[in-house]
């Protein structure tokens, strides 16, 4: 075998190695490392069984050491050669290593790979040990209650049984953030625990062996390892002046309450059970609303002086080094909020230091966003009635709003913030932020799948707009951003993009120009989503995106790939359906090249993409009949012009009897993957809802019947997979559907069908119970 051979398969193996502890975690350079051996004895075997100079060897041994011996003296031939040079006599050739030479081979190869995981180590994430958490602030009974011995009341928390409270919610909260990786033991490393188990055992050499795992632990790479202490300080008592009541239900009774209260635990508990409770004020008055407190050990039933005033000073160590990684302290009202900000900042920490993180999972330096994000995922109340759940929501969206003003904020916070103002109808509010984030994370899918479907709802022709004002400002910023990223060609509204309804004062409405510019960027998102979820695609940014290695594994499974594409394939379909309709008054308005007010010229992109896109249409139009039995409505609208717009007469339902109806009508299958591409079947949930919304316009229009959109949100409250927690939430709140449901319209099978699912989903609270002996023979 040739030198430059032997040297180029050693260049490769080293690349390889080299590739994977850069772009990879320890475990898989372990896994390629150990492939790369066995095929390397493999090979070395095989290699000196084959003859040469007429030795055949009698055995796999042999014949290893044979292969060996070739493989070396022919990796060493360019270096012996250059010695022979140098010195005088006629060149010889390379000799074997020897037993010396192997030994020193080994030490530099395991030297090179000890190197590789070193340096994979440095980019991975660093290991969280809570170990010391618990420990370093001792309990000094009588400090900080002064005002509350004076009252007589019962003791407040000394600061080192809150130091111990806090640390038990820390490590809940860390396991919630997925940043806590526990050692074998706690408070040691792997090799410490493998070591003071070999000398626990009592066996004979366990010393020694436990001295061998130290030193050996000593010599190889350790991951990094961040010790997290935290400090509580002494707390503040508040007196509670006097009494007086205010009674009511409701967010705007929730809101006046929490304007007049004056207990910290109080504004941040306001709806926690739905009771009437009285809370202090710091005025002559009280206020009793529909909550209950969150009362911290030590400060009585609620009627003493509330505890206030937390303050903790958290900080990361690297004991390896002996340094402080991180420190800061945190001020926040109670233990509850103070836990969550200390995990938010860990968490952030972490994440920043983590290469395998996406960038949208951290964002502010000091964490609040993700603390408050735990907070506002803590909300929950006992769930009575819609009210109930309301004004949960409107204390996660103080809470959140409170974070998302600034411009480095986490992604899955604005995205979390956006989905609660949908579920308030803020529409608007919810575009804004979704548009936000995808100018400062473009390669977060979901977010911009959001921002695709908000903009859709918002071109809707019933939407309306009781500010005008506000609603231009907002557009304004987000036809700025789209335009930045190349999805519109106008940057900002037009003087008559927003005008009253024809003939009225009331509320206003877009032009069916800017209709159109926002579905077309909805169109053009949507498009690059679909091809991401392309399977070779997926395979290409699981390999390539460390930071986005964990969002694109789960897509591997053909289910959860399916769900999410066929989806989007409806969603396409959605948007085309209404830029169809929307063509219908936009074909008499003439459209000069250019406008005033930030009008430009079409790219030539926006144009050339009008004529592609046959093939997902029929995807998506397989998927639908799949659904509700039928596209025909759907294929109609899409196939018909301006010149001749499709009858406007309802599809009929089946026929009673139970026959199908036309030859061409497909009965809706049950919730199954598609194995095969032809298979008429979806377990898709967001493509069921993207179909109840693509029907409910068809239905307005006069193209479809109401039975379609049942079968469709049907499909969305059936499915076993369906994230949606409240259906009846996101169905009444969707501007898409949300027209079905007036008081003056005439589908009666969908507003029965919301009413029914919103007994299921807020049952009514029972008034009297029964007792066991009155209910004895009733049944």
Known sequence: MTSWIVWAVALAVALLIGFTATHFSVRTLRYVTAVIVIAALVAVTAYGQAPAGGRVPTDLQTAFGLGADRLSAAFFRPLWALWSWRTPGSPRPAPAPGRLGWVVIAVVLLLGYRQAEKWALRRQAPQLDTGKLTEGQPSVPGDGLGAGRAAGDRPAPTA???????AAEVRFRLAAMDVYAPPILPGGTRSDGLASIAEASGLSGGGLAGAVIRFAGALWPAPRRYELRVWVEGSQVRPAPGTARWTGRGAGGARAALAQAGSALARTALVRTGRAVTVQAGTPQAVTVQAGTMREPGDGNGDGPSVTGTRVTVELDEPRYGRTVASKTIAAETIDEAASMVAGYVARQVFARDPASPSWCYGASDGRDLGALLLARQERVYVESADDVRASRIRQIELLWSVTGADRCAGVVRYELASLEDLERESLIALRLHALNREQYPRFLRGTYRLCMSLEMIADPDYDFL??????????????????????????????DIHPRSGQTGPSVLSHRLRETLLDAARADLLVIRRRLWLPVVAWNTFWRRDERAVWQPHWRLSTRQAFRDGVCVAELLVAVKQRLNQRQLADLDR??????????????FGAERGRGRLWRRKGLQIVAAIVGDASAVRAVLTATAA?????????????????????????????????????RTASWQAAYNTACLYAILVRQGLADEDQVVASLRRVVLNRDSGVERPHDWISNDPDVAPLLRDDSPYRKVKAFLEAQERRDYPLRQVRRIAPDEARGRY
């Open 644 to 680: 001749s717009p499709p009858a406007t007469q309802p599809a009929q339902g089946r026929p009673p009897g139970g026959r199908d109806r036309g030859a061409g009508w497909v009965p809706p299958t049950r919730d199954r993957v598609r194995w095969l591409p032809w298979q008429a």
């Open 592 to 605: 000069p090249p250019g406008r005033p007010g930030g009008r430009r010229r079409l790219p030539a992109a």
């Open 160 to 166: 080192g049984q809150r130091h111990d409270w806090l």
């Open 467 to 496: 500010n005008p004002a506000a609603a231009r400002v907002i557009l304004d910023d987000t036809l700025d951003i789209l335009y930045r990223a190349g999805r519109t060609p106008v940057d900002r509204c037009a003087d008559d």
